[in-house]
């Protein structure tokens, strides 16, 4: 054989050695992992092993998989499970997908699919991933901070469960398939995305890559804006913004600044020309005084600029002493504005579990109430950050993750994908700007871009908005991390019901989508990513 041809032989060979198939894994091997254990000695941080609780095939049939439920026991007997699932497909593709929770967690979110997926792209499991995700060491509602009372359970929220979820799910994959998996990817939204920046901080070696969408990498932060918020609104007679006076907001915005972008879309994409462009004056009631809700007082005026500029905490963090200021003047709807404000004026109930009272205020006194002053009891309205900032600092040195030199994570080959929605209510989109920016400062734009991606998606909230966004999120990442292809342009697709199916351009940051004048408006390529 001649020499060439010999070296291409050689190289299918060991092309085709490394692209090897698992073993074939079957519904009897799926249900007799039920007696499957992992031992303490497997997992990376401290526990008691882990245990399958239940083992049950689900799925179409063009989707079969064994699903697992288990259990990490903790070192404290008086410590919370952590209870976890892991998804296993009978056709792998020999990767994996580990997915992240929300609010204080507390329960186990969708671990069986991929987020903000479109519609049509073939879910997780479908092709072929093996996904997995735990409730982060205790059970409770997403806005239920009681279980940081115990050491451990705060232990694992704050970043331990990520790694002993990790290690489980990868000794039960192996067990299953006779190897781990060849990819290892964390994709999660809020605390989710949170949760995703801690992994590639704290454990980077254990993932190839990550998709962090609207993370809270700075919780204790948020919480502290949040109970300034909370104060603001319910320590001030006068200042709270009805439903209504909301709707007021949002409808001032939209009509200055929906135009701005080429497009009269309910969608406000130039966030900038938008900033400079709306007058808050405009909407302020005669003489200052509320005339009802076709106005705003100087009180609430007052509320509204203070949301709309960073927000004095009160007190010096590792991460800092404000917070990203609220787009409640940048598009934001009327529905997630109202989830600020509350829907009433009275001193709420901490324990409320709906959006009666300000969201962001619930989430920072669930905080203060058991985090910092380990009295369910403490009224957080009167709290004052400044005579606590000790505790506060030691609690965001356990659980935030700010930290922007994720060297070890990039020379391992990691990737990371960003997204923030222009319209989030709940976490700011400047936050996550601000990771973006502390990351560019650490390697450099060229560099940065060769590993990593942030999109800003105009008009997306939290969860919805007038563009509620579906993104293939986890196709890209695969793609640039397997295959080596560039990210490219992006493009997401509205999931809303009256508008379902129309694209825009998901542009890099800090550039926007413009409408170029002509075309079909449901189709990205009739836009351009521009930045004015």
Known sequence: MKAPLLTCFLLLMCSAATAAPPKAFTQAQCVGLKTAHVDAASIGLPTRGAVITAVAMAGQPNEPHCKLEGQIKPVDLKAPNIEFQLYLPLLWNGKALQLGGSGFDGAIKGADTARL??????????????????????????SDASFTLND??????????????????????????????SRMYFQGNSQGGHEALAAIQRFPLDYDGAIAIHPVYNVVELHMAGIRIGQAVYNTPGAWISPAKSALIANAVMGACDKLDGLSDGIVANVKACDATFTLAH????????????????????????????????????TGDRFAPWPILQGADAASIVSVFGSGADKPNPEASN???????????????YEVMRSPDYDSLTFDPATHQARLQELASQVDNNDADIRAFVQHGGKLLMMHGTADMAVPPGNTVAYYDRLKTQFGEKTLRQFARFYLAPGFTHYSGPFRLSWDSLGTLDKWVDHGIDPGQQVMIDTNKATAGREMPLCDYPLFPKY????DTRVASSFECVTQ
């Open 355 to 369: 959006l009666i009272i300000s969201f962001p205020y619930m989430m920072g006194d669930q905080a203060v109430r």
């Open 283 to 318: 909407l302020r009631c005669k003489n200052g005084k509320d005339d009802g809700a076709g106005c705003l007082s100087d009180k609430q005026m007052s509320l509204v600029k203070m949301l709309s500029k960073p927000v004095s905490l009160g007190v010096t963090l590792p």
């Open 152 to 181: 451990e359970a705060w232990e694992n929220f704050a970043g331990a469960q990520i790694k002993k979820t990790h290690d489980v799910a990868i000794a039960l994959i192996q067990q299953a398939y006779g190897r781990k998996p």
């Open 516 to 519: 170029k004048g002509q075309g």
């Open 117 to 142: 997926a479109p519609a049509a792209t073939p879910g997780a499991l479908k092709q072929g991933y093996a996904t997995f995700g735990s409730d982060s060491g205790h059970q409770g509602g997403v």
